[in-house]
């Protein structure tokens, strides 16, 4: 697996309050006299950057104060912020600019309650201050982040003296058994929060491409009455990517379909159609290798700490259970690619395999379909048409009906 990337962390865990002293106590007291509604949502209005490539200062405009805490991250080197849940309200593409130590920065909802900026950086920094300011003298609210650059010694020697901060991601509980022997489907769309997934011409979302997939899926599947469905995400959260593995281990799942789209950069021309992957070591080409590694990278995106993800698959041998699922998983594939042929396009070389972290169950069947290429403009037509949502997830209820039909009709409960 290419994902193994030694990750270091350092944490400033800051109550925005300790720094606050600065802050006018006129404008305590008005905010006192005028407290907000605790059911609204801060929301973020602006952001700056400004410094040199020595020091760089972040600067958030905030309906309010909040709390904060802000810990780095390295290979590749992050500053992230974890606040409460805010409402972003920036401008497009804000966060596309380099400044300063700053290569680039993304915003968004990281956990239900919760929600994350996180910021690429030049190299080494080192957080020399985090805090939230109240309004005053007619400024609004702001969350303030300063950034020096240091050497890379000096940053890892820090983390001896820094606790990690809490673990930010959201822990499923262990799920009831249903008692239900109709097998589950889990359907995962892919991305989600503030990671956006890849970008259409428009700036289409990849992260809401695939959840109103899946959506449509999953309505389908449950109006054939013949199994159970659960998805990984139902709404705008991020999820990483091992929890998503986890999701269908623990809960036996019988196949597990992962729902992406996919995009080219410019250079690399045009390509159309749906692909379906299934696991493996080495990749069955060159592209399949770039899309794995671009999808395995969203926990990177979302700022995780991948030393602190426990790896609950890394270490499974390659047994019966593993080979079997290879199998079943591949059979699934061919199904899918079978029933997609007549109703939506499919690239020319439609069933690939590569290293996805997402397909590491060893004993759950499991299959990515990239429905498409937002950077194609007739694959974009579709993937944004309710028509063609509404075909193409009648035909995946088709592979999945074909796929399980044999093993229903022999009462079988599961696939596996
Ligand atoms: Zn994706």
Redesign the pocket.
């Known amino acids: 697996m290419t994902l193994r990337i030694a990750t270091i962390a350092c944490a400033l865990i800051v109550g925005a309050g300790l720094f606050a002293d600065s802050a006018a106590p006129a404008a305590e007291v008005a905010s006192r006299a005028l407290p907000a509604p605790s059911n609204e949502l801060p929301v973020a209005t602006d952001v700056r950057l400004g410094g040199d490539d020595q020091r760089t200062r972040f600067v958030l405009d905030l309906s309010r104060k909040i709390d904060l805490a802000a810990f780095t991250l390295a290979d590749p080197y992050r500053v992230v912020v974890d606040l409460p849940q805010v409402t972003f309200k920036l401008p497009a593409k804000v966060g596309d600019h380099a400044r300063g130590l700053v290569k680039a920065f993304r915003y968004g909802l990281i956990m239900q309650g919760g929600s994350r900026i996180v910021l690429d950086t030049k190299g080494p920094v080192r957080v020399e201050k985090a805090f939230t300011l109240d309004a005053a003298d007619g400024q609004p609210a702001r969350l303030v982040l300063d950034l020096a650059a240091t050497d890379r010694d000096s940053f890892l020697r820090t983390i001896a003296l820094e606790n990690r901060p809490a673990k930010q991601t959201r822990r499923e509980p262990p799920p009831r058994e249903s008692g239900d022997p109709r097998p589950l489907i889990v359907l995962d769309p892919?991305?989600g929060g503030i990671d956006t997934?890849?970008k259409g011409l428009k700036g289409e979302n990849?992260k809401e491409i695939?959840l109103a997939f899946a959506q449509a899926l999953r309505e389908r599947l449950l109006a054939g009455g013949k199994y159970r469905v659960e998805m990984t995400r139902t709404d705008d959260t991020f999820i990483p990517l091992n929890e998503r593995v986890r999701f269908a281990r623990q809960r036996s799942a019988a196949l597990f379909i992962s729902i992406?789209?996919?995009s080219l950069p410019k250079r690399e021309g045009q390509a159309e159609g749906a692909t379906i992957y299934t696991l493996s070591e080495n990749a069955s080409d060159a592209e399949a290798a770039r899309l794995a590694e671009?999808?395995n990278r969203?926990d990177v995106i979302a700022g995780v700490d991948l030393t602190a993800e426990p790896d609950d698959v890394a270490n499974i041998l390659v047994d019966l259970a593993q080979r079997e699922t290879k199998t079943f998983s591949l059979q699934f594939a061919r199904s899918a690619v079978n029933e997609l042929k007549s109703t939506a396009r499919l690239h020319k070389n439609p069933m690939k395999s590569a290293g996805f972290v997402v397909l590491r169950a060893p004993d759950v069947p499991s299959v990515l379909i990239?429905l498409g290429y937002m950077s194609t403009k007739d694959d974009l037509r579709q993937l944004t048409s309710e028509a063609w949502r509404v075909k193409t997830a009648a035909a995946m209820a088709q592979a999945v009906d074909s796929f399980f039909g044999p093993r229903l009709a022999g009462g079988a409960g599961r696939a596996n």
């Open positions: 892919g991305h997934g890849t990849e695939v992406h789209a996919d671009a999808e969203a990239e």
